[in-house]
């Protein structure tokens, strides 16, 4: 399509929408707003990419998602005068992985500003997988991304977003509904944020103890914005391979992300760093598995702070056969009263989403 092809146009020349010309036109002219507020990009998947089944990581796909939430929310930031920022993610919503990615699929990434407030920009992403070879296409995720402003020259002084126009008085008040869900939200995580991981000699069978897993990662250049702090989407890669991990101890079978939970990033990661990304299995239905994760920052270089929790969430897997087909998953053994509360409130979790999907369903179902 014409705005397709401007997009990809958008993106080569590394310019700003409002110095891009529009066509027809020999000078460079502005841009009309929708331009600011949609992004599209793809990239094909790599054996790299994927598990030895030849599954596309969920945290590749969760990368992706958050560097077209993190383009399209800072060139908004900066498409008015004034100080020069960097969007930061700030917690991403429930996303569902509809349908396994594959190596040699094209992920076609759509993003889209839906709402703003004073201090915050809320991103819609969609993910295609496209099967070059045949054209079919099939939706494999949906995802809702905040973002907040930091200004360049003081990284701890968050701006002013610039506002959006809304196509209908409605959608403002939509967005403004979920802005203020999420942001209570990410109150209550916050208050629940103080366990820590140990590890168990000689655990016993699909316990907890037994499959929880821990990833230490040096925060280096290669992972970090402008400011110096860890992308988004790098941390929540580290976060999914550590679920997969953590799954795959429990079922040893094939196992692939089927949805991650709110994730809530806390606090700041800087370069240098130290970030140990901690899982443990929560939860087990008759299909599926909740892992809880959580990122631990310690500060070494140039800065005398002590450990501190950076990120967390939930993550959701299923096992997979050799024919892609869902398998049972085994029970999770619970021996002590926190893992007996752990297990009971990620039953709450479960079934609360199986009911929202039911509900969903019904208008399908009744056409």
């Given at each position: 399509s014409k705005r397709h092809?401007?997009?990809?146009?958008?993106?080569?020349?590394?310019?700003?929408?409002?110095?891009?010309?529009?066509?027809?036109?020999?000078?460079?002219?502005?841009?009309?707003?929708?331009?600011?507020?949609?992004?599209?990009?793809?990239?094909?998947?790599?054996?790299?990419?994927?598990?030895?089944?030849?599954?596309?990581?969920?945290?590749?796909?969760?990368?992706?998602?958050?560097?077209?939430?993190?383009?399209i929310s800072t060139r908004h930031c900066n498409s008015q005068s004034g100080e020069p920022c960097v969007a930061a993610l700030a917690r991403v919503e429930r996303t569902?992985?509809?349908?396994?990615?594959?190596?040699?699929?094209?992920?076609?990434?759509?993003?889209?500003?839906?709402?703003?407030?004073?201090?915050?920009?809320?991103?819609?992403?969609?993910?295609?997988?496209?099967?070059?070879?045949?054209?079919?296409?099939?939706?494999?995720?949906?995802?809702?991304?905040?973002?907040?402003?930091?200004?360049?020259?003081?990284?701890?002084?968050?701006l002013e977003v610039p506002p959006i126009q809304y196509a209908w008085k409605e959608l403002e008040e939509e967005g403004r509904k979920r802005y203020e869900e999420q942001k209570l939200e990410r109150l209550v995580t916050k208050e629940r944020n103080g366990d820590i991981i140990f590890p168990v000699i000689n655990p016993e069978p699909y316990t907890v103890g037994c499959s929880q897993s821990s990833l230490i990662h040096l925060v280096g250049p290669s992972d970090c914005t402008l400011h110096g702090f860890?992308?988004?989407g790098v941390t929540m890669k580290l976060m999914d391979e550590v679920a997969g991990i953590v799954a795959a101890r429990h079922c040893k079978t094939n196992v692939v992300t089927a949805s991650v939970d709110a994730i809530n990033f806390?606090?700041?990661?800087?370069?240098?760093?130290?970030?140990?990304?901690?899982?443990r299995m929560t939860f087990t239905s008759n299909k599926s598995m909740e892992i809880e994760v959580f990122v631990d920052a310690d500060p070494f270089v140039d800065e005398p702070k002590e450990r501190?929790?950076?990120?967390?969430?939930?993550?959701?897997?299923?096992?997979?056969?050799?024919?892609?087909?869902?398998?049972?998953?085994?029970?999770?053994?619970?021996?002590?009263?926190?893992?007996?509360?752990?297990?009971?409130?990620?039953?709450?979790?479960?079934?609360?989403?199986?009911?929202?999907?039911?509900?969903?369903?019904?208008?399908?179902?009744?056409?």
């Open positions: 092809c401007e997009t990809h146009q958008l993106l080569s020349t590394g310019r700003t929408f409002s110095e891009f010309p529009t066509a027809g036109s020999d000078p460079p002219q502005l841009v009309d707003v929708k331009y600011l507020s949609f992004l599209i990009h793809c990239r094909i998947m790599r054996p790299d990419d994927a598990n030895i089944a030849g599954n596309v990581h969920g945290g590749t796909i969760l990368k992706m998602i958050e560097e077209a939430g993190a383009i569902d992985f509809l349908s396994p990615m594959c190596i040699g699929d094209v992920a076609n990434v759509s993003a889209e500003i839906t709402y703003t407030s004073k201090h915050s920009v809320e991103v819609q992403v969609n993910v295609l997988s496209e099967n070059i070879l045949t054209g079919a296409k099939r939706m494999t995720n949906r995802a809702t991304l905040w973002y907040v402003p930091l200004s360049l020259k003081n990284v701890d002084k968050v860890v992308h988004g806390h606090e700041k990661i800087k370069k240098g760093c130290v970030i140990t990304i901690s899982g501190y929790r950076a990120v967390s969430a939930f993550f959701t897997y299923v096992s997979l056969s050799k024919e892609g087909k869902p398998l049972p998953v085994p029970q999770l053994v619970v021996e002590s009263e926190d893992e007996k509360r752990r297990f009971e409130d990620g039953k709450g979790r479960y079934l609360q989403t199986k009911a929202k999907r039911q509900v969903q369903m019904q208008p399908l179902t009744q056409q």
